[in-house]
């Protein structure tokens, strides 16, 4: 007789938080807040690209030692989500190349340890209620 023995499986799939600059940074303030109020969440990589307006500050209310730069990845392993932070807008017309380098070099990139596990992204974004 076989035995048949199911081992449990772990979801491996990570859901991706990206908030764009844009009215009011609402969706900074947003990310900022998930950031603050998540523990679990651990700032990973500090993003650097020639796309985006430089960022490099350190301010009031922060460690001595903690910086913050335009973009920035957390990650929060038993949760599975990955926060990209971005505090500096994009230079225009790079959009398009911007987010097609990051997420070439941080999910889509056989090296990377989020190669192949992002399943859900979530955008955050806003508007102003002057638009037409």
């Known amino acids: 007789m076989k035995t048949i023995t199911k ?8 859901t991706l938080i990206l908030p764009l600059v844009s009215a009011g940074n609402v969706p900074q303030l947003t990310t900022d807040l998930i ?7 651990k ?3 500090n993003y650097f690209s020639s796309e985006i307006k430089v960022l490099l500050h350190s301010f009031a209310g922060f460690e001595t030692d903690k910086i913050l730069s335009g973009v920035e990845l957390y990650q929060d392993e038993i949760n599975k989500i990955i926060v990209v932070q971005q505090r500096s807008p994009i230079i225009a ?21 989020f190669y192949s596990k992002v399943s859900k992204v979530v955008i955050l974004d806003s508007i102003s209620g002057s638009d037409p």
């Open 7 to 14: 081992t449990k499986t772990t979801n491996m799939s990570y």
């Open 35 to 41: 950031i603050e109020n998540n523990s679990s969440l």
């Open 93 to 113: 017309p790079f959009e398009l190349k911007f987010y097609q380098k990051m997420f070439k070099q941080i999910i889509f990139n056989k090296e990377s340890k």
């Open 43 to 45: 700032l990973i990589k």
